[in-house]
Nanobody, 134 residues
Framework: QVHLVESGGGSVQAGGSLRLSCTIS??????????VGWFRQAPGKEREGVAT????????YYADSVKGRFTISQDHANNTLWLQMHNLKPEDTAMYYC?????????????????????????WGQGTQVTVSS
C-alpha cells in the first residue's frame, strides 16, 4: 500500500507564494521510478492536472494556467514531492492533491498523458487547501 500525505497549504493574498509538499511512503515505493504529480479541484469544478514529473525527474509538464508561476520538483532521498507556487491568483484557489502512478519506468509521454487525465494516477493523497484572496 502506498500513502501520500500533503502539507503546506494555507491562505495568502494574490501575488503571494506557497510551497506544497507531499511525502510518499509504503510498499518500497521510490518516486524516482514513477511519474508523480499535483492536481487541484475547485468547488463545482472537475479535478485538473497542475504539474507532473516523470521518472528520474527527466521531464516536467505543466498546465498552461500555471506555467511560469509553479515549479514541480522532488527529493528522491526523502521521497518527497514539492510544488512551489509564485504569483498566486484567486483562480488558483482549490484543494491540491498529490498523485503517484503504479507504472514503473513509465515514459515521459505517459506522464504527460497523466497530467491531461488521458490516464489516471493510481494513488492519491487527501489534499491540502490553498486559498488566494484578492
Amino acid at each position: 500500500q502506498v500513502h501520500l500525505v500533503e502539507s503546506g497549504g494555507g491562505s495568502v493574498q494574490a501575488g503571494g507564494s506557497l510551497r506544497l509538499s507531499c511525502t510518499i511512503s509504503g510498499s518500497g515505493y521510490n518516486m524516482r521510478d514513477y511519474c508523480v504529480g499535483w492536481f487541484r479541484q475547485a468547488p463545482g469544478k472537475e479535478r485538473e492536472g497542475v504539474a507532473t514529473i516523470s521518472k528520474g525527474a527527466s521531464s516536467t509538464y505543466y498546465a498552461d494556467s500555471v506555467k511560469g508561476r509553479f515549479t514541480i520538483s522532488q527529493d528522491h532521498a526523502n521521497n518527497t514531492l514539492w510544488l512551489q507556487m509564485h504569483n498566486l491568483k484567486p483562480e488558483d484557489t482549490a484543494m491540491y492533491y498529490c498523485a503517484a502512478d503504479s507504472a514503473r519506468y513509465g515514459t515521459s509521454t505517459y506522464c504527460y498523458n497523466l497530467l491531461t487525465r488521458r490516464y489516471d494516477f493510481t494513488y492519491w493523497g487527501q489534499g491540502t487547501q490553498v486559498t488566494v484572496s484578492s
